[in-house]
């Protein structure tokens, strides 16, 4: 069965730079979500998008911005790197009606030096 | 502010034995409880769920129980296997799913 997908896997950034993130959800999946997993910590929600509106907020610096485009992927964009944003990024993606089964990505390992 | 809290950082289970996993959250608005198990370098992998409305929900050797007069719930894992060895999540969300609220995970480990 096709999974979320994620790319790239890995990034290697330096400070003040800019970098785009990339996610495909499964099929027919509508509403995608951005976690940041910081090392040894749980994963933090960033923000989530349904049918291509923004749906929820959570603790994304205003140097990122993500969006949901129309065939359903979603890009997250951050600028400014700082050593901080160092860390795992997953996409999970879900199907509404099926809101509690969301199915995660490998997730992108960012690296800010 | 932690709404979803999984207090035991690891677990050393025998294989065969049964694995229990706790979690407790503060918000009482919350609908939906997940767990997710998650290997190094992979993403979570959905586990199993429950709805508030229901205090319990069985998968195979996976079962979830949900008390929420006391805000608590826990994982069952019967019995253990050693490929159970993993991190396991904790997640809540209302039922607009438009967000959801991890623990701190509890690594595993099943011992042969």
């Known amino acids: 069965a096709a999974g979320v997908i994620q790319s790239p896997r890995h990034l290697i950034k330096e400070k003040r730079e800019t970098a785009t993130l990339k996610c495909y959800p499964i099929p027919r999946h509508d509403t995608v979500y951005w976690y940041q997993q910081g090392p040894g910590q749980d994963p933090q929600f960033l923000i989530s998008?349904?049918?291509?509106?923004?749906?929820d907020k959570g603790s994304i610096p205003d140097r990122f911005s993500a969006q949901q485009f129309s065939d359903y992927h979603s890009e997250l964009n951050m600028s400014s790197l700082e050593l901080g944003d160092s860390a795992l990024y997953f996409c999970?993606?879900?199907?509404?009606?099926?809101?509690?089964?969301?199915?995660f990505g490998p997730g992108t390992r960012l690296t800010v030096t | 502010d932690q709404q979803v809290k999984q207090n035991s950082p690891s677990l050393s289970v025998q294989e065969g034995r049964i694995s229990i996993l706790n979690c407790d959250y503060t918000n009482s608005m919350f609908d939906y409880f997940l767990w997710y198990k998650k290997y190094p370098a992979e993403g979570p992998t959905f586990l199993i769920s429950?709805?508030?409305?229901?205090d319990k929900n069985e998968d195979g050797r996976f079962t979830v129980f949900l008390n929420k007069s006391a805000k608590h719930l826990s994982l069952h894992i019967v019995p253990s296997q050693p490929g159970d060895s993993a991190v396991y999540f904790c997640a809540a969300s209302t039922n607009n799913f438009n967000k959801f609220y991890f623990g701190s995970g509890t690594k595993l480990n099943v011992k042969p």
């Open positions: 999970a993606s879900s199907f509404r009606d099926r809101g509690h089964e969301q199915y």
């Open positions: 998008f349904y049918e291509k509106m923004q749906s």
């Open positions: 429950i709805s508030s409305i229901k």
